[in-house]
């Protein structure tokens, strides 16, 4: 029995409730059994006898037994108050995941499609371009797409602009938007490269291109490992 159990009703197995007469016997019986002159250990007869000078005198019991009661009841608001914190911890995460989800839904995934659309039909359209870059009907089709690709892109600023990213998501969002500016970037070079057929501006534009296109596929990986 260690002597640093500190609540006397432990160290001497009684209830908070016991007699004197009750609690004086449970005193001498351990007494018997611990005393050291017994074979007994010599921690564990400190630990009873300081139980017993509590308990023993009734001033002291009594004052032990307010500061007993306040413990408790301590203990019990402080329970009380861990019980609300963690109750408020799990309603502000479900409110959370919630708003991420909403988020992904009505402003990432049309963007991801739009942004796909853009992407995606680029190495037709390239390659179609490049069986004559000086044939007029090729290089309206071209023109046709870039235009086309210019209208969505504006409907991908208009979503993203249309509701903030969940605190959860800033660093997702972001990566959203540097794909949609590497993509707008990628446009106007390849527009330029129609102005006046430079083909820096194709090369430039097509690379920008196949950048966006990884960085899009890194956040449909991250999308995924977000399991919502």
């Known amino acids: 029995m260690p002597q640093s159990a500190r609540d006397p009703y432990l160290v001497l197995g009684v209830a908070a409730t016991a007699s004197g007469a009750e609690i004086k016997a449970a005193y001498r019986a351990l007494v018997k059994q611990h005393h050291p002159d017994a074979g007994g250990d010599e921690e564990a007869i400190l ?3 300081a139980a017993w000078e509590v308990l023993g005198d009734r001033e002291r019991r009594a004052e032990h037994d307010r500061h007993r009661v306040v ?3 301590q203990a019990t608001v402080r329970s009380a108050a ?3 914190a963690a109750r408020k911890a799990t309603a502000e995460s479900a409110r959370g995941d919630e708003a991420l989800l909403v988020w992904l839904q009505t402003v990432y995934a049309p963007i991801d499609r739009l942004l796909g659309q853009v992407i995606n ?4 359209e390239f390659k179609a371009l490049s069986a004559d870059p000086y ?7 071209f023109c046709a797409y870039l235009e086309q690709s210019q209208a969505k892109l504006e409907k991908v600023e208009t979503l993203y602009r249309s509701m903030a990213a969940p605190a959860s998501a800033q660093g997702f969002s972001l ?3 540097h794909c949609l500016s590497q993509v707008k970037d990628a446009v106007v070079e390849l527009e330029r490269y129609t102005m006046g057929y430079v083909d820096n501006y194709l ?3 097509r690379e920008m291109l196949r950048e966006a296109k990884q960085r899009r596929t890194r956040l449909q990986a991250e999308r995924r490992r977000l399991d919502l």
């Open 47 to 49: 630990a009873i006898n």
């Open 71 to 73: 413990s408790s009841h």
């Open 82 to 84: 861990a019980g609300r």
């Open 121 to 124: 039909p680029f190495p037709a």
């Open 135 to 141: 044939d007029d009907q090729l290089m309206e089709a």
């Open 175 to 177: 990566s959203v938007y």
């Open 203 to 205: 090369h430039d534009g």
